[in-house]
């Protein structure tokens, strides 16, 4: 099998194809702290693409509440599960070595195996990568255990969580927004014995081809994060397609500039931001300080890939939610939890500000510009004094364009008397 580099592991790591990569990538970032799972983006994405006959059990986005909830139920605890008796049979651990971090290894090393190494390991000659096909009643309940918290102190031991200590929560959930990862090494095309899965070179979206597709649904058993989906009426998988007419800057609204996709721009809490990032040949993403989602992953690090260890390199990325154990969150999203909470706790300047640009505009912004305002705010957190400024953050469009320009304080403004009882 080739070898290929997957940077958020910090090593070459088996995969089927030869490495190849698209000249943008398709990525987007979510701030888990100020979701409020209003499903908002859910519906959104729903009534604009799977509204038809057979589709009723399809949720391209999804926003569960974890530890317990899940669509389908239990499809991380189930694969974790599966990667953990594989470390177990071959006397292995999935374990990170945090060892020397720099842009090629910006988590450090994971030691562990992927879903695809897994495979290889136990034999599984019918399998690219460990997984497994959900049945059709974890298909069922899409919001199942929501708002469900972790409660007792028996709930607390069976997760594990003995060494929690202020500021996290004894009893605690959060949500998690969930949508196709676009991948960098997609299980679900390498998975695919029709070869009806492809990764689009101009922009990274992954693809099923609906002509090829025959329905066997090895995509759905072998993407670990079960974002293909089988239509019965139809006979074909479907997924995500990133709203690509909008990346492609056809809807009219944005007059040929590429806009982000529906379940982001509908956000109400603010938490989604999604662009393209610049990649190199060799899979690394090309230096481009000023794309704001380039700042957020790679310079301040504070949002970073679920489930990095399964190896498939997904493209969305999450700030991780203060409250919660860091036991379950390092397992979420691995080692870079810690300091991505603690950038995000007491933010810079630039990263407060570019936490503004979340929402502001439904045009994807490619590049921004901090303008210095007042101080307007002064604390201490951590033990360490924290000012606040009022700066202002543009956005730009890919052609250069103003599309967005928002201040860190929001703007009061107060309803005139002759406006009382009327909206
Ligand atoms: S999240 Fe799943 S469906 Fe989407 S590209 Fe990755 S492996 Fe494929
Ligand atoms: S629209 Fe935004 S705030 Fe509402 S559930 Fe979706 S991600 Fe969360």
Redesign the pocket.
Known sequence: MPKVHNWQLGRAMDYPYREAHPQSQFVFV?NIN?????????M?CKSTWTFSKGQEYMWW?N?ETKPYGGYPQYWDAKLLDLLDAAHREAGRVMEWDPGEKNARQPYGVYRGMTIFEAARAADKRDEVALGYEPTDQEWRAPNIHEDTATGSQDQRASLNLKATVLPEHQTWFF?L?RLCNHCGYPACLSACPRGAIYKRPEDGIVLIDQKRCRGYRKCVAQCPYKKPMFRATTRVSEKCIACYPRIEGKDALTKGEPMETR?MT???????LQGLVRVNPDGSWAEDRDNPLYYLIKVEKVALPLYPQFGTEPNGYYIPPRWVPRPYLRQMFGPGVDEAIARYTAPSRELLAVLQLFRATQTMVFRYKIVPGQKVFETTTEGRKWSMYNDTVIGYSKSGKEVARVTVEEPKIVRQDKHYNSI
């Open positions: 979510f100020r979701c409020i799972a209003c499903q908002t983006c859910t959104a986005n926003v949500y927004q379940c509908a956000c109400v809490g603010k938490i989604r």
